[in-house]
Each structure stands twice: as structure tokens, then as C-alpha cells.
């Protein structure tokens, strides 16, 4: 079938599948999906401009969905994530300018590439290890075992704020709006919602609950991937009709998904997000191998 | 079918509600078969249009629409699911 506003050839469903894949991922640990659903479309002829645009239009789709059902779970913190995307916002538009400035010099896919792929093997390496290290220790707990939060006193920069659903009685404001901008920054550079950091960053620096930042997460990329659909509509880089059919797989993958971390406590849903990033990091080096890195 | 909310002491018949929804499940995948085979061009070429013209009104419509197209799926799935048993 070809798609009248990319103009690509797409088997629709490839793109169906693609959207189960990714919805699990959603329902289960809280991410986008991007790292994965990124290199697929590329793989079926969809122009990389296209990619980093519709993937986030998709990301809306699917992360409401996965949102709602981890809100009746009681794990969404609202007021954490609405505070984190003041600091989504700014980031997101420093990376799309950062972006801009890479495309001028010719450098964007080598450099945007190799950033990428260590970001995605550094988080893969930093869980993995501390869910192993838990699950050696017989830890049950949902939450990591000391947040960077609590232990570096230099990082309760005034104002304070309490986060009664994450059970956070008083942490800096300035932390979560830096956790949001970091994430951003990677939003804007390397597309996707960024979720690959910002659920590792909210269990290790902030100590949120897994289950809890997971469902935030997910909320959080609602609201920075609507502003990216936006923004990416406006450079003529969304092809909606693409992102309708992944996500009819994206409901059904995100239904699954939310059903299935009732099954996997604290350590073991990390360990099992664990080489996810890696994956994708592979995928996009093998990717640069294959059409170079300019 | 009539079943019984425990300690309420009243009884809720849910017969009207199941078949409301068996019809509604019906009528929206009937709908989605004539839309795929006559619609779905129209509507792809009318977007396309839109994003042309009005990229931002393109932007936000996009938004609604997978936003739109995701409760409406996860309402059918529900409904699926509790016709299913």
C-alpha cells in the first residue's frame, strides 16, 4: 500500500506487528520503543525524516492507552510528571536545535548514531547490573535499593516538593525538572520519547517506585511526544496514516504489556528491561554500517 | 442473566447493558470494513492535503486522531473482553 503523505510503500501489516512490539514494550516497562520501532520502519523504506516524526505521532497512540490502564493501577504520579515536562519542553527544543546544527555540518547520523548507541549500551550495562546485584541479594523491594537522591545530600537544592504517590516526602525541584531536561535533550536529538533514560533516572536518581515509574513515564510521553508530533508536522516529517496502523498493533501490544507487569516484580522488571536499550544500540550501529554515517 | 451485588441486597440486570454493547461492537466492525474498503484512500488523500496546507492544523489534527483512534480501540478491546467473559 502507498501512503499518500510519505508517498512509501508499506506492507500494512508489517506496520501492525511493529505496533504489538512496541505496545508491549509500553504496557511492560514504561518506554516508547522508539530504539526498536526506529530501525524497522527505516528497514521497510520509510525515509529516516519520516521515522523520528510518525514514530512520535504513534507514541501519543499507544502511550495513552498504556497511561490509562497503569492510572487505574494507581501507578501514575501526575503532579511528578507535569513538573518534568517543564524541564521535557526546554530540552526537547535544545536537541531539535542541536539537531539542526549537525544536519549543517553533514555530521547528524554518524554522530547522532554513536551518541545513541553508547547512551542505549550505558543504561542497558548500569540496570542490568543493579537488578543483578538485587536479585543476588533475595531483594523483593520495588524500588532500588538507595536513589542518588538520598544519598548525595548536595542534591536537595531548595525548594523542596513531596511526591506522595512515588512516596517522596521532600526532593528538589530542580532535580526533577533537570531528569526532564536531560531526557529531552536526548527526545530532541535522537527522536523516540526518551523513556530508555528517564525510567533508569527516576528509579536510580530520584527512587520512584519501578511500577510507578513506569506508569509516569508513560505519562510523561504523552505530553512530550504530542508537542514533537506537533513540532515535526510543521517540517512536513508526520505521516498520520502510518501512525494509525501501528497503532491498531499498538493497543492490542499495550493492553498486553499492562497485563503482563502484574507478573514481574521490582528487580526482575528491571533485569528484564535490562538489554533492551542494547538491542537497539546494535541495531543502529548495524544500521550506520550498512548506510554510512553521513 | 441476573446477578447479584454481594451484601447490596439488591439484584442488577445486566442484560441490557451486554446487549447495547454487542451491538455497538457489531456496528463499529462493520463500520471499519466499509471504511477500509471505501474510505480509507479519501481520508489518507484529504490528510495529505491538509498537511500541504495547514501543517499546523495538520500537526494538531494528527494528534487526535491516534489519540481518538486509541481509546476507541481500547473501549472496542474492553467491550471485546467482557462480551467474551
Given amino acids: ?294 | 442473566m441476573v446477578q447479584r451485588a454481594g451484601g447490596a441486597g439488591f439484584a442488577i440486570d445486566r442484560r441490557p447493558a451486554q446487549l447495547g454493547r454487542a451491538v455497538a461492537v457489531i456496528a463499529y466492525l462493520a463500520l471499519t470494513v466499509l471504511y477500509a474498503r471505501y474510505g480509507l484512500a479519501y481520508f489518507a488523500a484529504s490528510l495529505a492535503s491538509l498537511a500541504r496546507r495547514h501543517p499546523l492544523g495538520y500537526g494538531f489534527a494528527a494528534v487526535a486522531l491516534v489519540a481518538g483512534q486509541a481509546i476507541a480501540l481500547e473501549q472496542l478491546l474492553a467491550a471485546l473482553f467482557e462480551l467474551a467473559g
Avoid: C
Wanted: hydrophobic share 55%; charged share 10%; glycine share 16%.
Fill in chain 1, 1 to 294: 500500500m502507498t501512503f499518500p503523505i510519505s508517498h512509501a510503500s508499506l506492507p500494512p501489516l508489517a506496520l501492525v506487528g511493529i505496533g504489538v512490539l512496541v505496545g508491549t514494550f509500553g504496557g511492560l516497562f514504561g518506554v516508547g520503543g522508539s530504539f526498536i520501532a526506529g530501525p524497522m520502519l527505516f528497514a521497510l523504506g520509510l525515509p529516516m525524516n519520516f521515522v523520528v516524526g510518525t514514530d512520535l505521532a504513534s507514541l501519543v497512540g499507544t502511550g495513552i492507552v498504556a497511561a490509562k490502564r497503569h492510572r487505574a493501577l494507581g501507578n501514575v504520579d501526575v503532579k511528578l510528571a507535569l513538573l518534568m515536562t517543564v524541564g521535557t519542553l526546554g530540552g526537547v527544543e535544545l536537541g531539535a536545535r542541536l539537531v539542526e546544527r549537525l544536519v549543517h555540518r553533514h555530521a547528524a547520523n554518524g554522530v547522532l548514531g554513536l551518541v545513541s548507541a553508547l547512551v542505549f549500551f550505558g543504561v542497558s550495562l548500569a540496570v542490568g547490573l543493579e537488578s543483578a546485584v538485587a536479585i543476588a541479594k533475595g531483594s523483593r523491594d520495588d524500588r532500588a535499593d538507595r536513589s542518588l537522591a538520598a544519598r548525595w545530600s548536595f542534591l536537595r537544592l531548595r525548594p523542596l516538593v513531596s511526591f506522595p504517590v512515588s512516596g517522596l516526602p521532600a526532593i528538589s525541584v530542580w532535580l526533577v525538572i533537570a531528569v526532564g531536561f536531560a531526557t529531552g535533550i536526548l527526545s530532541g536529538l535522537l527522536g523516540g520519547g526518551g523513556g530508555y533514560l528517564r525510567m533508569p533516572m527516576l528509579v536510580y536518581l530520584l527512587g520512584v517506585p519501578t511500577h510507578v515509574a513506569v506508569g509516569t513515564d508513560l505519562f510523561e510521553v504523552v505530553l512530550s511526544a504530542g508537542y514533537g508530533t506537533v513540532s515535526h508536522s510543521l517540517k512536513g516529517n508526520v505521516d498520520v496514516v502510518v501512525a494509525l496502523a501501528l497503532d491498531v498493533g499498538g493497543v492490542l501490544g499495550a493492553r498486553f504489556g499492562t497485563w503482563l507487569v502484574r507478573f514481574i516484580r521490582g528487580p526482575w522488571l528491571r533485569l528484564a528491561f535490562a538489554p533492551l536499550p542494547a538491542l537497539g544500540g546494535a541495531l543502529l550501529l548495524y544500521t550506520l554500517y550498512h548506510h554510512g554515517g553521513h
